[in-house]
Structure formats: C-alpha cells, structure tokens
C-alpha cells in the first residue's frame, strides 16, 4: 500500500485500528518548547471527562487504547479499545508558555503528522504543513474521526490563538493551572478534581524547589526515565553492543538512620517500594523505545526517615553519547506539577551522570539539579561522599 499525502481538508480511510501517529517539525530554537496532546471527542465536539485530555501530565489513557511518547512526540493508538460514545481525536501542538515568551508556530517551519501501521510500520498517511506564516502559539494539527463505522484520518492544519490551556478549555477541559509554572522555589499543590497544565523545569544546575506539603503527605513520588536509544556500533562499558543505547536509571539512598545502598537493574537489585527501601526500579528498558521509559517509586509515605536520594544515569551498553539519547527524567507528586530535569550540558567521554538529589529538608521534598558526569560509580560516589564499596557486575 502506497503512503497517502494530504493537503488540510483532505482526509483518507485508514486500514488499521492499530497506529503510531507522530508529530515533527522542521527546526525549533533552543530556548522554544513544544507540547503534543491529544483530546478525545464526543459527538459535540468536547471531552467527556477530564481523562479525555491525554498531554505530558496524563500521558495514557489504556482504557480507550491512546498512549503518549512525550519525548518522541507519538501516540500509539489501538482504536478497536476507543468506546463508541469518543468520535473523533484531535491531535494538537503548542508552543509552551509561547504568549509570554512570544514565541508562535512559525519558528518551526513546518510540521508533519505522519501515520504508521502499528504491527508493519508501514507508512499510511502523511500531512506536511508549512507553518512559516503562522503567528499562533498553538495548532490543531490533525485527527482520526469514525465514519460510517471506519476510522479515517483528516488533516486539518488550523492554528489556534493562545497555548495549551485556552486550547484545552476550548475543548471542555477543567483546568486548574495555566502554562505558567511556580517559580522554582516552591511548586504549588493543584486544586483537587482539576487537570494541572503546570510544570517545572530546573534549567541550571544547582537550581532547586521544594514540594509543599498535602493534606495526607507526600504519597508516591515517582521519577521516571525516558531517551531516545541511537543505534551505535561500538564497544560499550561492560561488553560490545550493536544495538544502540541501553541507559539505566538507578539511585543511591541513604536514611537518618545511617544506612545507605543502591537501587539498579545491574546486579538486580530493584528494591521494594512497600518494604525497606521504600523504593523500587519498575523495569530495565534495554532499548530506550518503550513509551513508558524506566521508573524509579519512591514511598513518600516514609520520606520522613530519608536523608537523601541521589538519582543518576549511566550507559549499560554504547557509546557515552549523552548528546545524541536526548534524556529527560520527570517528577511526579501527588497534585504537583511535574518536575522536569533534562540531561544536558553533556560530557560524551563519560559514562555517568548524576541527575538529581532529593532531601529531606524538615520533611519536605526539595529537588536540586546536577547533571554532572562522571567515569563510573566510584567517582561518582566520593564525590557525593556516600560511602559504598562497588564490584563489577552485571545483568
């Protein structure tokens, strides 16, 4: 089957319910952020429920078959999950926090919405749109609408005046908070019952906030993992790979207790987030293309009795590339707008990074930025002075 290009308006049948829709674009400035999301619709052109709004802060949605990469910017869609009372789903791109910033659409030059068969890859449908002339903040890229009992997909390529949050009210969205996250000092719980647009991210090393206090406490803190693995032959740290980058997430905690230890896929040691340590690895991405990325939980209901955690990264297999696997971690509390950390200022003859420290500071949660690379565990471990003894291992 031959790929379909569409111009805006024009719309084709598609011959899977299973898809991969990824959003891209030409070129994007440094200092500019993009947001993808997704809204499913009713018959009136609105979302149903609040759930309905699939974007970086709730970026799954299993029951109706929709899930987002954040850091690819694609949705996997298994349509044949999609209850019938959802016609259609808008696909959307916005220029975070671009009013303030003055920063629109056309700084990207173009965007495409392309559409692959989730099982052959094969390419489907692609919309190529020249957004030179665009002057909004945010656009209504494209959608997939039911039809006479089939999916079609439609591109539709209209600009929308604001950024996410008008956009998401347009759509029915309850939203709580704006783009326009608290300043990074202190991160501001959302009114319970309403979707939280807000995140934070810590731009320069050393930067910090803390978490205020919930009624209830802190609940699950989870930090979570996501890079693009780039396919590379080369020997690796501890054996040849030819399947690109295997980059594992991993922490080292320590209590007030004293006792200290890591948490790591290498040597198996995963952890228990109901039973001492209080925290757990969910998995060991070894590819970097699983939408869900590795995640660290950490039980908040005991942070009282931590000291500290230090999260950090470091290549499994291929070469130190920090610049090319485009890794961010995420925080997230309990109605807290995400934390975002971006690996950068990268050293591509080091095979370590420490990302973050997590203290306790009179029971709360304060979050500093480090991203600092080192050659391996033990460099990495004086100069935090944490005071383990390591062996090689593996997995």
Request: net charge negative.
């Amino acid at each position: 089957m031959n790929r379909i290009d569409l111009v805006a308006g024009q719309n084709c049948p598609l011959p899977s319910t299973d898809l991969h829709i990824s959003l891209s674009y030409g070129s994007k400035p440094h200092d500019l952020s993009v947001d993808v999301s997704a809204f499913l619709l009713n018959a009136q052109g609105k979302v149903t429920a609040d759930d309905d709004f699939v974007f970086f802060n709730q970026p799954v949605r299993h029951d109706q078959g929709v899930e987002l990469d954040t850091q690819q910017n694609k949705f996997t869609l298994r349509l044949s999950r999609t209850s019938p009372d959802i016609q259609k789903i808008a696909f959307t791109l916005t220029i975070s926090d671009g009013l303030n910033k003055r920063q629109n659409v056309a700084s990207l030059n173009n965007v495409t919405v392309l559409v692959k068969d989730f099982l052959t890859g094969l390419e489907l449908a692609c919309f190529n749109l020249n957004t030179a002339a665009n002057q909004e903040t945010a656009l209504i890229a494209a959608e997939v609408y039911r039809h006479q009992g089939q999916w079609k997909f439609r591109a539709i390529g209209q600009g929308f005046v604001g950024g996410l949050q008008p956009l998401a009210e347009f759509y029915g969205v309850d939203v709580s908070e704006g783009e326009s996250a608290a300043p990074p000092s202190q991160a501001a719980p959302a009114p319970a019952g309403k979707v939280n647009l807000s995140k934070v991210t810590l731009e320069k090393r050393g930067q910090s906030i803390s978490l205020e206090k919930n009624q209830g406490g802190l609940g699950e803190i989870i930090v979570n993992l996501n890079w693009n693995a780039t396919p590379v032959k080369s020997t690796g740290f501890y054996k040849p790979s030819t399947q690109g980058i295997d980059l594992d997430l991993a922490c080292m905690w320590e209590f007030k207790d004293g006792m200290k230890g890591a948490i790591q896929a290498l040597g198996g040691h995963f952890g228990n987030l109901r039973q001492f340590p209080f925290i757990e690895l969910d998995q060991d991405d070894r590819s970097g293309q699983s939408v869900g990325g590795e995640t660290l939980r950490i039980n908040g209901n005991y942070w009282q009795e931590f000291h500290r955690v230090l999260v950090f990264a470091f290549i499994y297999e291929g070469v130190p590339n920090w610049s090319h696997v485009d890794a961010v971690i995420t925080i997230k509390g309990k109605n807290q707008p995400d934390i975002e950390v971006r690996l950068d200022s990268h050293r591509n003859d080091q095979y370590m990074c420490a990302i973050a420290m997590l203290e306790n500071i009179d029971n709360q949660l304060r979050i500093t930025k480090l991203v600092d690379y080192f050659a391996g565990h033990q460099q990495m471990d004086i100069a935090y002075g944490w005071g383990l003894s390591y062996r090689e291992g593996s997995k």
